[in-house]
């Protein structure tokens, strides 16, 4: 029974944050080759988007592991609701991360950790409430880690994205209807908007992302970190000769803005409570279900091992 219980609480639970793989003091300073770290979690996320504030479960996964020179970490995460009869799938999202020549070990012993180093990672999101069928991102970049400092570490990260998102454009049930049209008004919302057969915006875009990342620990104990990240197109969001009100076209190049701010506070070794506030600006998309600002207000707890 005790073990049925422990594989229930595993299976229920998943990281509380996948922005903590990304930063966190106490991983960093105790990292150990060869080694695989993980954690999981549970948590519920206060989910405003803008028309009613709703109540998710939050399960989050991740993992690290540690060569003698490089460093690999994935993480994923999962928001979802109950809504009567029906689930409704909020948002998934997978991310994995390959920080290059980082540090140098001597056996099992961490001897130095590098000032600059290249980055590379990629990244799968899925958001049911936007109407973002797929956003796969892929990055490759620089970062400057400041880490001698004994309470605190800052990263600074700049590089260059490829993306690829599919966007809803309309409700699912109006799908057979769409499939009726004439070939010829397909072919004018493929042109004007970029529509495809299926009923989806495809766009694939590069932009410059950099971000910048500060954790600090307060008496041994807690732990606050912020991160902040700007993603700017480096291609306009659409370009098109016909602009409606329910399709808002614009040539301009909106960046995508995002802050992510966290407190976690240490029960023991193995279990943590946390906090964290998710703000998301995302203007110039064409899809009427995407919003341009998202916030999550999440908490829970958290198991390492």
Not at 61 to 83: G, K, V
Not at 151 to 176: N, Q
Not at 269 to 297: C, M, T, W
Request: aromatic share 16%; net charge positive; hydrophobic share 40%.
């Amino acid at each position: 029974m005790r073990h049925i219980l422990v594989a229930l609480f595993i299976f229920f639970t998943a990281n509380v944050s996948a922005q903590s793989v990304l930063n966190d003091k106490a991983f960093y300073d105790t990292l150990f080759t060869n080694k695989l770290f993980g954690r999981l979690g549970v948590g519920f996320n206060l989910n405003d988007d803008g028309s009613a504030r709703k109540i998710f479960l939050l399960q989050d996964a991740s993992l690290s592991y540690a060569s003698s020179r490089h460093l690999f970490e994935w993480s994923d995460d999962l928001y979802f609701n109950r809504r009567k009869e029906e689930t409704e799938s909020n948002r998934f999202r997978t991310f994995l991360r390959m920080a290059f020549f980082r540090h140098h070990f001597e056996g099992k012993r961490k001897i130095s950790e590098a000032d600059f180093y290249p980055e590379f990672n990629m990244a799968f999101m899925y958001d049911e409430s936007r109407g973002l069928n797929a956003r796969v991102t892929s990055t490759a970049g620089i970062t400057y880690s400041m880490h001698r400092v004994k309470w605190a570490r800052l990263k600074i990260g700049t590089g260059i994205s490829r993306e690829w998102e599919s966007w809803r454009v309309f409700d699912k049930e109006l799908f057979p209807r769409f499939d009726s049209l004439d070939p010829v008004i397909k072919g004018v919302l493929a042109s004007a908007y970029g529509i495809n057969s299926r009923g989806n915006i495809v766009k694939p875009n590069w932009r410059w992302s950099s971000y910048l990342q500060f954790v600090c620990m307060v008496a041994g104990k807690v732990q606050l970190s912020a991160l902040g990240q700007i993603q700017y197109p480096l291609q306009p969001n659409f370009e098109s000769t016909i602009n409606s009100p329910y399709f808002p076209v614009s040539g301009s190049r909106f960046p995508r803005l995002t802050a992510d701010l966290s407190g976690t506070l240490f029960l023991s070794s193995h279990l943590s409570f946390f906090v964290r506030y998710f703000i998301q600006k995302d203007k110039g998309q064409l899809s009427p279900y995407a919003k341009q600002e998202v916030s999550n207000l999440a908490q829970g707890l958290v198991y390492r091992f």
